[in-house]
């Protein structure tokens, strides 16, 4: 009814709740695209994403409704404002009136759906057209849109469903945010072709997991590391029953020791995958009855992946030998929208070439030992410092800043900017001047001057220098 067509967005911004399923069948119906853009992001940086994708359709959920009309509202807007239809905040609640300050009334979502009986006009689909434009980052900092086809999903569906033995039965909370491919792809869509049950909560709670696990017997969870931790710590975990899970996977970044033990104490043994949203995610899978000493590791690549590792001339290296980790399978992204310079830097020559470094032992696992571009993992989410150098370098005390991660027990890393300029500024300052012009989980945690940038060659920071001296300890130097 509101003219969504074949090959046109519909964007959302919205917490996890059973709508956003509405609106991924219907696009692939109609032969259109979704494109969930996270609800954490702040209005400038929504607006950004919003130029790239150019909406048909727009659907927000009422806690970001003002965000959004602010989006709408900014001055770096160049796309044409599409209809927009309101969520309710609450299951049973009503989106309340809303009217721009131009004087636009959005459409409430009740009042948008079709009757159960009307009739849909179905269109040709191919596996080559796409169905998903899930947000990434960037080396620049920029937001880049994978692009997801219908056979590409499909196919990491039917890998994950034989690589880790999912089953009809089985029952999963859903704990990743429906932004991010850990939302879809990770067990969504594959207990959709399966028919199993994914249990949708609208914001995470550590103990509602737990509760949730128990109350629906839950057989399967995966999860960043950073809610593993907060299961763990949480005053319920002894107490809750864990027997009904099959398995456990921590993804998103490395899991600490200690957390893993914690859950082997519980009886259940937690393994670690790797993806990211240029490919799978679900690439890499363990044997039932992996060794423990192995748990540091992703395990082997699944049914329809390659994987190698390669210098930086592209030559396969051999094993023991850190290199970058390079994937190819047909659940491959197909590429970035509308950037073809970044797209050739990453599926250029029929491999995913993905930024981390790694090496095979002689058992054939796979061990993530880094990254090799200077973007960071916090709480699961993507932190490329020179998107956040820029904010920070518009503080009038700051003269010049590097970014650079350090060590977090909660999030397992957080920024710290090293600022060349006014000692006078406070953490508190800079994170007050941030608020609102990037996403919280971007804005440094800690603080640190230096009298001097340190530099590599005419004008180029050692950024490696400042990370050697700043990046191993969290305190203010």
């Given at each position: 009814d509101h003219g969504v067509g074949k090959g046109d967005r519909v964007a959302v911004v919205s917490r996890n709740r059973p709508e956003l399923v509405d609106l991924y069948f219907a696009t692939g119906k109609l032969g259109a695209v979704l494109a969930p853009l996270s609800h954490r992001l702040a209005p400038r940086e929504i607006a950004e994403m919003l130029n790239d994708v150019e909406p048909g359709l727009l659907v927000v959920e009422r806690p970001f409704a003002d965000d959004l009309d602010e989006a709408l509202g900014h001055e770096e807007r160049t796309f044409d404002v599409p209809p927009v239809v309101g969520l309710p905040a609450d299951e049973m609640g009503e989106f309340e009136s809303y009217t721009t300050p131009a004087g636009e009334s959005w459409e409430p979502w009740p009042a948008a759906l079709p009757a159960d009986d009307a009739p849909v006009e179905s269109v040709e689909v191919a596996l080559s057209d796409p169905h998903l434009f899930l947000h990434t980052g960037g080396s620049t900092g920029l937001p880049k849109e994978v692009v997801q086809t219908h056979g590409g999903i499909a196919w990491n569906a039917f890998n994950t469903i034989i690589s880790w033995g999912l089953r009809p039965d089985d029952v999963t909370p859903m704990v990743f945010p429906l932004f991010h491919t850990g939302g879809w792809n990770v067990l969504t869509i594959p207990f959709f072709h399966l028919g199993a049950t994914v249990i949708i909560s609208r914001d995470f709670d550590a103990r509602q997991v737990l509760e949730l696990i128990e109350d629906y017997d839950a057989s399967v969870l995966v999860a960043v590391p950073a809610v593993l931790r907060f299961m763990v710590e949480d005053e319920t975990w002894a107490d809750t029953d864990l027997s009904s899970l099959r398995f456990a996977k921590s993804g998103g970044g490395p899991c600490r020791d200690a957390i893993i033990e914690s859950w082997?104490?519980?009886?259940?043994?937690?393994?670690?995958?790797?993806?990211?949203?240029?490919?799978?995610?679900?690439?890499?899978?363990?044997?039932?009855?992996?060794?423990?000493?192995?748990?540091?590791?992703?395990?082997?690549?699944?049914?329809?992946?390659?994987?190698?590792v390669v210098d930086d001339d592209g030559a396969e290296l051999a094993q023991g030998e850190v290199g970058e980790l390079e994937l190819a399978s047909p659940h491959a992204g197909d590429r970035y929208w509308r950037n073809p310079a970044e797209t050739e830097e990453t599926y250029g020559g029929g491999w995913v070439s993905t930024?981390?470094?790694?090496?095979?032992?002689?058992?054939?696992?796979?061990?993530?030992?880094?990254?090799?571009?200077?973007?960071?993992?916090?709480?699961?989410?993507?932190?490329?410092?020179?998107?956040?150098?820029?904010?920070?370098?518009?503080?009038?005390?700051?003269?010049?800043?590097?970014?650079?991660?350090?060590?977090?027990?909660?999030?397992?890393?957080?920024?710290?900017?090293?600022v060349e300029g006014d000692e006078t500024l406070t953490l508190e300052e800079l994170q007050a001047f941030m608020e609102g012009r990037l996403a919280s989980f971007k804005v440094p945690k800690h603080l640190a001057f230096v009298d001097a940038m340190p530099m590599s060659g005419p004008s180029k920071i050692d950024r490696q220098a400042i990370e050697d001296e700043f990046g191993g300890a969290a305190h203010e130097a």
């Open positions: 082997s104490q519980r009886g259940i043994d937690l393994s670690q995958g790797y993806g990211l949203t240029e490919c799978g995610p679900n690439n890499f899978t363990v044997p039932d009855d992996f060794p423990r000493e192995k748990t540091d590791s992703i395990g082997k690549p699944g049914m329809y992946v390659d994987a190698r930024g981390d470094l790694a090496r095979v032992d002689d058992d054939g696992y796979y061990h993530i030992e880094g990254r090799k571009k200077n973007m960071f993992v916090s709480g699961g989410e993507n932190v490329f410092p020179p998107e956040v150098e820029d904010v920070v370098a518009d503080h009038p005390k700051v003269e010049d800043v590097v970014v650079v991660p350090v060590p977090d027990d909660r999030w397992g890393e957080v920024g710290k900017a090293v």
